[in-house]
């Protein structure tokens, strides 16, 4: 059965490959698993029939048969487990790459998407300040340093690409380009993984479904 893959209708971000679903569609191209697409508006999202699968109405969720699963790392997990080319044959790489996957959700991505917010929810509170948003840079500059400090020169993380790129990759492009322009290696390994045709593939998918999305269609 080919797995469905439930998705914004239109996506906040413009079709700029941020959306959640992005690490799932990458995902799914570089196992080369065909999947179907189903679209749901915000309102939708909202409803019995999609808190069903997903209750805390989000995106994405997966379907494959009779397995439902939410949360993009877990399903990127589910499928690297599942399917061959996203993690190592070796017990301990296996480890330590899901390690990696677990570190970009947990570690990296929350001061991130905290100072990523901030712009949308803070302004016109008493806590929204230049002092504040410096703050927030300065602990995401901590995260990327580390990072920075332990890729150094390699390639990858672990030896080959692995799930654990895959979803690091994805929390760093959501941070400012002028911070992680602060940090040569987190640029170049970023660029590395986005000439990937996987990726190019799955970005080219996303951009034709959100690109150009009517003023009035986030309902």
Known sequence: MTPIL???????????GLARDMRVRWALEEVGQPYEVR?????????????????????????????????????VLHLAQTRAGLLPGDANARARAVTWMFAAVGTVEPPIVEREQAGFTDPGQPWYSPARLALLDDRIRVRLRALSDRLGDAEWLEGAFSAGDLMMVMVLRRADDWLLDEFPRLRAYVARAEARPAYQRAYAAQHALYSGAPTDSFQ
């Not at 998705?7 to 079709?15: A, E, L, Q, R």
């Not at 969720?61 to 397995?67: C, D, I, K, R």
């Open 39 to 75: 679209l749901v508006s915000f309102k939708q999202m909202k409803q019995p029939e999609h808190l069903a699968r997903q209750p805390f109405g989000q995106i994405p969720v997966y379907e494959e048969g009779a397995l439902t699963l939410f949360e993009s790392g877990a399903i």
């Open 6 to 16: 439930t998705v914004f209708k239109w996506s906040p971000d413009g079709g700029k």
